[in-house]
């Protein structure tokens, strides 16, 4: 049974930097792509970032572009999202996913394990 543990989440301030990590367990790490995806209150679930499984390839959200930046360690089993220049409008629950292919995708539905989620939250 693969399970997906995010850690890092927390309250910080506008301008503020968050790292989000996410422990792998269960089938092999390195042959998925992994993602982040969010979800604030009253709001559907967002495609926020994700990675292929080697790495070499990332794509993010328009919204975090420039901003959050993710990546993997493979013989951790782990993948990070670094948040930096954080804003209020960041503020939700950040989960994390292990898709069922290997390259990058957008979609929710193609990612078979989910996380529990962190809470991150944004003061201004």
């Known amino acids: 049974q693969v399970q997906l543990v995010e850690s890092g989440g927390g309250l910080v301030q506008a301008g503020g930097s968050l790292r989000l990590s996410c422990a792998a367990s269960?089938?092999?790490?390195?042959?998925?792509?992994m993602g982040w995806f969010r979800q604030a209150p009253g709001k559907e679930r967002a495609f926020v970032a994700a990675i292929s499984w080697s790495g070499g390839s990332t794509f993010y959200a328009d919204s975090v572009k420039g901003r959050f930046t993710i990546s993997r360690d493979n013989a951790k089993n782990t993948v990070y999202l670094q948040m930096n220049s954080l804003k209020p409008e960041d503020t939700a629950v950040y989960y994390c996913?292990?898709?069922?292919?290997?390259?990058?995708?957008?979609?929710?539905?193609?990612?078979?394990?989910w996380g529990q989620g962190t809470q991150v939250t944004v003061s201004s």
């Open positions: 996913a292990q898709s069922r292919r290997v390259i990058v995708s957008t979609l929710g539905s193609e990612y078979d394990y």
């Open positions: 269960g089938r092999t790490f390195s042959s998925y792509a």
